[in-house]
Protein backbone atom coordinates (compact mmCIF):
# COMPACT_ATOMS: atom_id res chain seq x y z
CA UNK A 1 0.00 0.00 0.00
CA UNK A 2 1.32 3.33 -0.81
CA UNK A 3 2.39 6.11 1.66
CA UNK A 4 1.13 9.59 1.25
CA UNK A 5 2.62 12.58 2.99
CA UNK A 6 0.38 15.23 3.98
CA UNK A 7 1.11 19.10 4.94
CA UNK A 8 0.11 19.54 8.65
CA UNK A 9 -2.29 23.05 9.04
CA UNK A 10 -2.43 24.49 12.38
CA UNK A 11 -4.26 26.94 15.23
CA UNK A 12 -2.94 29.21 17.64
CA UNK A 13 -5.14 28.45 20.93
CA UNK A 14 -4.45 28.95 24.87
CA UNK A 15 -4.69 26.03 27.34
CA UNK A 16 -6.51 26.44 30.66
CA UNK A 17 -3.44 28.00 32.17
CA UNK A 18 -3.65 30.66 29.51
CA UNK A 19 -0.12 29.16 27.72
CA UNK A 20 -0.28 30.14 24.23
CA UNK A 21 -0.11 27.01 21.96
CA UNK A 22 -0.27 25.54 18.60
CA UNK A 23 -2.47 22.69 17.88
CA UNK A 24 -1.67 20.77 14.48
CA UNK A 25 -4.17 18.73 12.32
CA UNK A 26 -5.27 17.21 9.11
CA UNK A 27 -9.22 17.72 7.91
CA UNK A 28 -10.83 14.34 9.05
CA UNK A 29 -12.10 14.19 5.41
CA UNK A 30 -8.43 13.11 4.42
CA UNK A 31 -8.20 9.69 6.55
CA UNK A 32 -12.04 8.58 4.86
CA UNK A 33 -10.71 9.39 1.63
CA UNK A 34 -7.48 7.48 2.09
CA UNK A 35 -9.20 4.27 3.84
CA UNK A 36 -11.47 4.19 0.20
CA UNK A 37 -8.84 4.96 -2.01
CA UNK A 38 -6.16 2.68 -0.71
CA UNK A 39 -3.49 4.76 1.02
CA UNK A 40 -1.98 5.04 4.04
CA UNK A 41 -1.71 9.22 5.02
CA UNK A 42 1.56 10.25 6.51
CA UNK A 43 0.90 13.50 8.24
CA UNK A 44 4.05 15.96 7.60
CA UNK A 45 4.56 18.05 11.07
CA UNK A 46 7.76 19.68 10.73
CA UNK A 47 10.64 20.08 8.86
CA UNK A 48 12.38 17.74 11.00
CA UNK A 49 13.50 14.28 9.10
CA UNK A 50 11.85 15.79 6.24
CA UNK A 51 14.36 14.24 3.65
CA UNK A 52 13.39 10.37 5.34
CA UNK A 53 10.00 11.43 4.62
CA UNK A 54 10.20 11.61 1.05
CA UNK A 55 12.22 9.19 0.58
CA UNK A 56 9.62 7.20 2.51
CA UNK A 57 6.38 8.48 0.40
CA UNK A 58 5.49 8.00 -3.02
CA UNK A 59 4.18 11.42 -3.09
CA UNK A 60 2.44 14.81 -1.34
CA UNK A 61 -1.06 15.90 -0.82
CA UNK A 62 -0.58 19.65 -0.19
CA UNK A 63 -3.76 20.44 1.92
CA UNK A 64 -6.06 23.69 2.18
CA UNK A 65 -5.96 25.65 5.20
CA UNK A 66 -7.69 28.44 6.96
CA UNK A 67 -4.65 30.66 6.56
CA UNK A 68 -3.68 32.82 3.94
CA UNK A 69 -0.34 32.51 2.25
CA UNK A 70 1.49 35.42 3.01
CA UNK A 71 2.16 37.88 0.18
CA UNK A 72 5.86 38.37 1.09
CA UNK A 73 6.65 35.57 -0.43
CA UNK A 74 5.14 36.62 -3.59
CA UNK A 75 6.84 40.63 -3.59
CA UNK A 76 3.68 42.25 -2.49
CA UNK A 77 2.00 44.10 0.86
CA UNK A 78 -0.88 42.53 2.04
CA UNK A 79 -4.27 44.51 0.89
CA UNK A 80 -5.87 46.92 3.27
CA UNK A 81 -8.31 45.29 5.87
CA UNK A 82 -6.20 41.74 5.32
CA UNK A 83 -4.41 40.10 7.71
CA UNK A 84 -1.78 36.91 7.69
CA UNK A 85 -0.63 34.84 10.15
CA UNK A 86 2.94 36.16 11.17
CA UNK A 87 4.57 32.66 11.94
CA UNK A 88 5.13 31.25 8.36
CA UNK A 89 5.37 28.00 9.76
CA UNK A 90 2.62 26.47 7.40
CA UNK A 91 3.89 28.29 4.19
CA UNK A 92 7.85 27.35 4.96
CA UNK A 93 6.64 23.63 5.77
CA UNK A 94 4.38 23.70 2.10
CA UNK A 95 7.92 25.20 0.04
CA UNK A 96 10.06 22.46 1.82
CA UNK A 97 7.52 20.00 0.98
CA UNK A 98 7.31 20.96 -2.81
CA UNK A 99 11.20 21.75 -3.18
CA UNK A 100 11.83 17.80 -1.75
CA UNK A 101 9.36 15.97 -3.46
CA UNK A 102 9.35 17.46 -7.21
CA UNK A 103 13.58 16.78 -6.56
CA UNK A 104 12.60 13.69 -6.45
CA UNK A 105 10.18 14.09 -9.19
CA UNK A 106 7.62 12.42 -6.53
CA UNK A 107 3.85 13.55 -7.48
CA UNK A 108 2.43 16.30 -5.67
CA UNK A 109 -1.69 17.18 -5.56
CA UNK A 110 -2.33 20.41 -4.26
CA UNK A 111 -5.57 21.38 -2.82
CA UNK A 112 -7.20 25.04 -2.58
CA UNK A 113 -4.40 26.86 -0.59
CA UNK A 114 -1.88 23.80 -1.68
CA UNK A 115 -2.66 24.70 -5.22
CA UNK A 116 -1.58 28.59 -4.60
CA UNK A 117 1.42 27.08 -2.45
CA UNK A 118 2.67 25.45 -5.86
CA UNK A 119 2.06 28.57 -7.63
CA UNK A 120 3.91 30.84 -5.45
CA UNK A 121 6.83 28.21 -5.12
CA UNK A 122 7.28 28.25 -8.67
CA UNK A 123 7.18 32.55 -9.53
CA UNK A 124 3.34 33.09 -9.89
CA UNK A 125 1.30 35.22 -6.88
CA UNK A 126 -2.02 35.69 -6.12
CA UNK A 127 -5.22 38.17 -6.12
CA UNK A 128 -5.80 38.61 -2.61
CA UNK A 129 -9.05 38.31 -2.34
CA UNK A 130 -12.07 37.73 -4.87
CA UNK A 131 -15.41 38.04 -4.55
CA UNK A 132 -18.38 35.47 -4.29
CA UNK A 133 -15.85 32.04 -4.26
CA UNK A 134 -17.00 31.20 -0.84
CA UNK A 135 -19.96 31.88 1.53
CA UNK A 136 -20.03 31.57 5.83
CA UNK A 137 -23.71 30.36 5.02
CA UNK A 138 -23.58 27.31 2.64
CA UNK A 139 -21.30 25.83 0.31
CA UNK A 140 -20.57 27.60 -3.01
CA UNK A 141 -20.74 25.50 -6.36
CA UNK A 142 -20.08 26.98 -9.50
CA UNK A 143 -19.09 25.18 -13.10
CA UNK A 144 -15.69 25.29 -14.62
CA UNK A 145 -14.48 24.82 -18.34
CA UNK A 146 -11.38 22.06 -18.37
CA UNK A 147 -8.77 21.99 -21.14
CA UNK A 148 -8.42 18.35 -22.85
CA UNK A 149 -5.25 16.37 -22.27
CA UNK A 150 -4.79 16.93 -18.87
CA UNK A 151 -5.37 14.90 -15.61
CA UNK A 152 -8.68 16.81 -15.14
CA UNK A 153 -10.36 16.13 -18.11
CA UNK A 154 -9.35 12.64 -17.48
CA UNK A 155 -11.50 12.47 -14.75
CA UNK A 156 -14.42 14.76 -15.22
CA UNK A 157 -14.59 15.77 -19.42
CA UNK A 158 -14.70 18.94 -20.69
CA UNK A 159 -17.35 20.30 -17.80
CA UNK A 160 -18.12 20.06 -14.24
CA UNK A 161 -19.46 21.26 -10.96
CA UNK A 162 -17.25 21.76 -8.49
CA UNK A 163 -16.87 23.23 -4.77
CA UNK A 164 -15.53 26.51 -3.53
CA UNK A 165 -14.42 27.25 -0.50
CA UNK A 166 -11.75 30.14 -1.15
CA UNK A 167 -11.64 34.02 -1.12
CA UNK A 168 -7.85 34.18 -2.86
CA UNK A 169 -6.79 32.56 -6.68
CA UNK A 170 -4.51 32.41 -8.95
CA UNK A 171 -3.27 36.31 -10.52
CA UNK A 172 -0.22 35.43 -12.97
CA UNK A 173 0.14 31.76 -13.29
CA UNK A 174 3.70 30.47 -12.71
CA UNK A 175 5.82 29.62 -15.89
CA UNK A 176 5.93 26.03 -17.12
CA UNK A 177 2.01 25.56 -15.91
CA UNK A 178 -0.77 25.17 -17.84
CA UNK A 179 -4.25 26.41 -16.74
CA UNK A 180 -6.01 23.09 -17.14
CA UNK A 181 -9.79 24.39 -15.76
CA UNK A 182 -11.50 28.07 -15.18
CA UNK A 183 -14.24 29.02 -13.80
CA UNK A 184 -17.46 31.01 -15.66
CA UNK A 185 -15.63 34.39 -13.95
CA UNK A 186 -12.28 33.28 -15.39
CA UNK A 187 -10.92 32.02 -11.87
CA UNK A 188 -8.26 29.61 -12.71
CA UNK A 189 -8.87 26.38 -10.95
CA UNK A 190 -6.82 24.18 -11.99
CA UNK A 191 -3.06 24.13 -12.89
CA UNK A 192 -0.51 21.49 -13.92
CA UNK A 193 3.09 20.14 -15.10
CA UNK A 194 3.90 16.98 -15.00
CA UNK A 195 3.33 15.03 -12.32
CA UNK A 196 2.34 18.33 -10.73
CA UNK A 197 -1.43 19.26 -9.93
CA UNK A 198 -2.99 22.05 -8.51
CA UNK A 199 -6.90 21.64 -7.75
CA UNK A 200 -8.79 25.16 -6.71
CA UNK A 201 -11.86 22.79 -4.98
CA UNK A 202 -11.75 20.26 -2.12
CA UNK A 203 -12.26 16.83 -3.70
CA UNK A 204 -11.98 15.45 -0.13
CA UNK A 205 -15.13 17.46 1.02
CA UNK A 206 -17.27 15.43 -2.15
CA UNK A 207 -15.19 12.36 -1.19
CA UNK A 208 -14.32 12.42 -5.15
CA UNK A 209 -12.32 8.85 -4.58
CA UNK A 210 -11.45 8.60 -7.79
CA UNK A 211 -9.37 11.99 -7.97
CA UNK A 212 -7.41 10.65 -5.53
CA UNK A 213 -7.22 6.82 -7.31
CA UNK A 214 -5.95 8.59 -10.42
CA UNK A 215 -3.08 10.66 -8.51
CA UNK A 216 -1.91 7.42 -7.00
CA UNK A 217 -1.49 6.34 -10.93
CA UNK A 218 1.15 9.14 -11.02
CA UNK A 219 2.75 7.42 -7.76
CA UNK A 220 5.13 5.13 -7.77
Not at 37 to 54: D, R, Y
Request: hydrophobic share 35%; with cysteine.
Amino acid sequence: MKIIAISTRSVDYQSDAGIAKRRLYINGYFSEVAEKAGFILFPVCSQNGIEEIVAMCSGLIIAGRDRDINPKFYGEEPLEGLEYPEDPYEDELDFKLIELFEKNNKPILGICSGLQSLNIYHGGCLKQHIDDHTSKENLVRHNIDIEENSFVHSLYGDKAEVNSIHHQAINRVAEGFKVTAVSDDGTVEAIEKGNLIGLQWHPEVDYEIDTFKKFLNLCE
